[in-house]
């Protein structure tokens, strides 16, 4: 049955999608609403402010340690505020993040570490000690700085290039760093498909591939700086890296959580 009324859905006009680094989307959102909740986190609040202010201080430290563009930076850790932090502060100076699914066993996290050439990794203090096993069993020459998140963790003096994700950040001045060169098809994430045949394979995604998702997303959803929503879908997943992106490009706030939990998701919906 021909539709007479309104532009059919195939002649629609593309999206005009902007040609932009990734952690533009969260500094613009910002610069609109810098004081509005932009993550929530147990008791932890952050505004928009704040955390394009930690975004800055984690991209100085990163590059005070000699990271770059290009360089690979491994994520291993649950759904925390480190974790879009850090997908920002890599954007900003051009390196590359590779999300790391947390219940990995050695073999796997090895795999990952030596395939990505990671020159850096972030980890969960809970999961530091499965790191190191793997970094006395494994030749790993590319991994030079291993950044511990957490709650005050324990970072042992036996791991060389070891240090807080805290000390990072509280070392680093919090000023916007000198800007990048980044082309919008430059590699910004490396996410290992876990592939139906042999060992998963790193999935090549650049700076426009995720700003062009996540604008899309919220011309689809409709999401704007109104709305609340409640992260659990994990990060190292792509679905999770959508989400937490689109949100904060929005302006829109977004309720962290380390895992589903049925009981607790209800009762936040409520409140």
Known sequence: ??????????????????????????????????????????????????????VNSVANGLRGLGLGKGDRI????PNRPEYPIMLNAAATIGAVVTPMNPSYKEREIAYQLADSEAGAILVYRDLLPLLQIVLQQTELPHLKHIIVSGTNPIVPSSISGALSFARLMRDSPPMRPASVEINPDDLFALPYSSGTTGFPKGTMLSHRNLVSNHLQFIAASGINSADTTIIFLPMYHIYGVLLTGTFLAAGATQILLERYDPNVVLSMCEQ
């Open 1 to 54: 049955m021909a539709h007479h009324m309104g532009t059919p859905e195939l002649f629609r006009p593309p999206l005009d999608l902007p040609e932009m680094p990734y952690d533009h989307l969260l500094r613009l959102a910002a610069a609109r609403c810098p004081d509005r909740p932009a993550i929530i986190f147990h008791d932890l609040i952050l505004t928009y402010r704040e955390a394009v202010s930690m």
């Open 74 to 77: 491994c994520l291993f850790t």
